[in-house]
């Protein structure tokens, strides 16, 4: 008898430690495809601004068209990853990463087919609708398959390639874009997303909807994408002309009427209801307020240090590598650190670091020392790095297995809509105090009163978003 228990327990053991292998391989594949396609992105979208120059004079177009390179990809971006989101929880949020990666990588290296600017576009466009499929989902993938205590760990991971995209993005794409074009830019990225996407089709097992049946309603994806693409757009060119301010109240008025819309349909796109968590509501807002206060300090400092400081653009450039890479280095550790203590203070921590650096920022002369702006990078990216991994943690944390693609997708819109928001913030400063001067043709004190002006607002943004992401507390177990 105790033979036969004794071999039922051998097998026991085996099937156990092979059903732990599987999941650890599993884990590991997911991880993988996660921070390849993480890295993947950022570094598509921050090597392709040096190129900008190039892209212009290949097309012959003018420079305010040039700026639709950036603004397409963005608007398609925030536009559609809450619709993917939904679509994911219903069909399967592997599938749709999956189709995401393809559609990106596909439409990178269309991009260098193209035969005039509109087809160009056209592919950026499709870029920013894979990139959107990609960012709804791949968290949620990441952390269905990890266990609590190991998701600040491994968010911390994707964040980290993240700004290691960000970081090696111009000094890569800046020597890509002087010895091969900007076309071999995005061929290097159509030919690296192949990689996950083919780990993902190889060593990923598709899951199963969280949601099953429900019909998709796809008016009020229509009705979210022309609210958001309305406001955002006429936010982001609000100085030039009556027109943009009617296309934000537009947006308000449609965003209006979707919330409506959502309480009583029956398949939202977007969980209203979801908002009702505080710790979920000001974590995105404190992800929001952040972005929005810090996006422009890479636009700046990089202005400052080439007109003010006389430094060539590779010089500048290497200058300003210092935030993301120490944003790279410590996200996986603040991330670690959020799956033993409170993701809230940590990431409320973070943002004061941010605010500091700010306002140090407030304070930058022509003939301030390049040490001090070292060490405001230092700082800011310090910051970062401590909000950043924890924030989306708590995010994520805050919703059931069923919301995690929604909850992904709205942490995305946050991060865009904040970047967004500080861009205009900075448009509409800098055409304030300089009218229609050039920045070449202005005097630097007047290049660095716009700074001060600027970083004034956002150091006041960032401290309102200290007092929100504040307000958050750990619900008692």
């Known amino acids: 008898m105790r033979r036969t228990r004794d071999s039922s327990s051998r097998k026991f053991e085996k099937v156990r430690e092979k059903v732990t292998k599987k999941h650890t391989a599993e884990q590991n594949s997911v991880l993988f495809v996660v921070i390849t396609t993480a890295f993947m992105t950022t570094f598509n979208a921050s090597s392709l601004n040096l190129s900008i120059p190039s892209i ?47 559609i990106f990588a596909a439409s990178a290296l269309a991009t260098v087919l193209a035969p005039n600017f509109a087809i160009f576009l056209a592919c950026r466009f ?5 990139g959107s499929m990609i960012f709804a989902t791949s968290n949620a993938i990441l952390i269905s398959v990890y266990p609590p205590e190991e998701r600040g760990k491994v968010l911390g991971l994707s964040v980290a390639a993240t700004y290691t995209g960000l970081s090696t993005g111009p000094v890569v794409g800046g020597f890509m874009n002087g010895v091969f074009g900007w076309q071999s830019i995005m061929l290097a990225t159509g030919i690296f997303s192949v990689i996950p996407l083919a780990a993902s089709i190889a060593r990923v097992s598709n899951d199963e909807p969280v949601e099953k049946g429900g019909r998709y309603d796809y008016v009020a994806a229509v ?33 209006a009427y979707f ?64 935030m993301p890479l120490v944003q790279a280095v410590l996200s996986p550790s603040a991330g670690k650190l959020s799956d033993k203590h409170s993701p809230y203070k940590l990431s409320s921590f ?9 306002l140090v920022a407030c304070t930058i002369s022509v003939d301030t020392p390049i040490w001090i702006i070292y ?4 700082v800011m990216g310090l910051g970062f790095a401590i909000f950043s991994s924890p924030n989306t943690n708590a995010i994520m944390s805050a919703v059931d297995d069923a919301d995690r693609s929604s909850a992904s997708s709205i942490s995305s819109t946050m991060r865009t809509a904040g970047q967004t928001t ?22 630097l004190e007047t290049i660095v009163r716009v700074m001060h002006t600027s970083f004034i607002v956002f150091s006041g943004v960032c401290f309102i978003g200290i007092f929100i992401s504040l307000q958050r507390k750990e619900e008692k177990k």
């Open 422 to 443: 500080g861009m205009a913030i900075l448009t509409i400063i800098t055409g304030v105090i300089m009218g229609s001067m050039s920045l070449n043709d202005a005097p």
């Open 126 to 130: 499709m870029q920013g609708v894979g």
């Open 375 to 378: 060490a405001m990078l230092a």
């Open 223 to 255: 009705l979210y994408m022309a609210s958001l693409v309305s406001f955002l757009y006429g936010l982001s060119n609000i100085t030039n002309g009556k027109v943009y301010l009617a296309l934000i109240v537009l947006g308000l008025a449609i965003g």
């Open 350 to 358: 973070g943002m004061g670091l941010c605010a500091a650096g700010l």
């Open 259 to 322: 919330v409506r819309y959502e309480l009583k349909a029956e398949n939202p796109v977007l969980k209203i209801s979801l908002f009702a968590n505080k710790g979920f509501t000001f974590s995105n807002l404190a992800a929001f307020m952040n972005y929005a206060s810090t996006f422009a300090v890479t636009y700046y400092m990089s202005i400052y240090l080439q007109l003010v400081k006389g430094m060539t653009s590779q010089s500048a450039g290497l200058v300003m590598l210092l």
């Open 56 to 102: 212009e004079a290949d097309f012959g177009v003018s420079a305010q068209l040039i700026g639709w390179v950036v603004t397409t990809y963005s608007l398609a971006c925030v536009a559609f990853s809450i619709p993917f989101g939904r679509l994911a929880d219903m069909t399967g949020r592997v599938r749709v990463m999956r189709a995401g990666t393809a």
